[in-house]
């Protein structure tokens, strides 16, 4: 099956720090990549949807300023959390929509997450 | 009100216990439903998409109403392995992210 990697898996920081978290599909191209974030015991949160070559749709109550996406090419997403802080801490996951496919199923592939904690 | 609703749980259960969870959702026009699975600071894992006509896999049968917007799955046989967060998942076909709901999480004893 389709493969998404994230990098890297775990990450603390400092508070003020900013943080560059990778997501890439590994055997397919992502037009498409959407990056959640989940905080324990909570269902995973939409924050925004990278659009390879254009801006990043942000959902609602999404600092586009501090999370900060870019999606340069089709197997490759970044997100970055500028200046962290502790409530910034959480377990970010990205997903990618293959880009070959019919788009009936919908079938969305994960990364591993990354799980970040800002001291 | 949640787009997606699920009971969190926990479900204690023993093993070869047969469990169902259920999942409602509030937006009429999703077009594609599925069930994640979700092991302990992991990523969500596709356990399968749902049908109308309803689909089963191995152990486990999953089933869609659209007219109650009711979406359930069932699993037989309950293996200590089975221990997880269940996730149920709406979507649109397109660019439109999924949707999910909190889980329902599912302990099964020896």
């Known amino acids: 099956g389709a493969v998404v990697s994230q990098h890297p898996s775990r990450v603390i920081c400092k508070s003020g720090t900013s943080v560059k978290i990778e997501c890439r599909s590994l055997?397919?191209?992502?037009?498409?990549m959407f990056w959640y974030r989940q905080f324990p015991k909570q269902s995973l949160m939409l924050m925004a949807t990278?659009?390879?070559?254009?801006?990043?749709?942000?959902e609602q109550g999404v600092e586009k300023d501090k999370f900060l996406i870019n999606h340069a090419s089709l197997t490759l997403s970044t997100l970055t959390v500028t200046s962290a802080h502790p409530e910034d801490s959480s377990f970010y996951i990205c997903?990618?929509?293959?880009?070959?496919?019919?788009?009936?199923?919908?079938?969305?592939?994960f990364g591993p997450g990354t799980r970040l904690t800002v001291l | 009100r949640k787009e997606v609703e699920q009971d969190p749980g926990p479900f204690n259960v023993p093993e070869g216990a047969t469990v169902a969870f259920n999942c409602t959702y509030s937006?009429?026009?999703?077009?594609?439903f599925f069930w994640y699975r979700q092991d302990c600071r992991k990523e969500p894992k596709l356990l399968m998409s749902?049908?109308?006509s309803g689909n089963e896999d191995g152990r486990f049968t999953a089933q869609l109403n659209r007219a109650s917007q009711y979406i359930s799955l069932l699993i037989r046989d309950s293996k200590l392995s089975d221990s997880a967060t269940y996730l149920c998942?709406?979507?649109?076909?397109?660019?439109?992210?999924?949707?999910f709901g909190s889980g329902t999480r599912l302990q099964v004893q020896p």
């Open positions: 055997d397919f191209q992502a037009t498409t």
């Open positions: 937006n009429s026009a999703s077009q594609s």
């Open positions: 749902v049908y109308s």
């Open positions: 997903s990618a929509r293959d880009a070959g496919g019919t788009g009936l199923t919908d079938t969305q592939y």
């Open positions: 990278s659009n390879e070559g254009s801006k990043a749709t942000y």
């Open positions: 998942v709406v979507g649109f076909t397109g660019r439109r992210a999924l949707t």
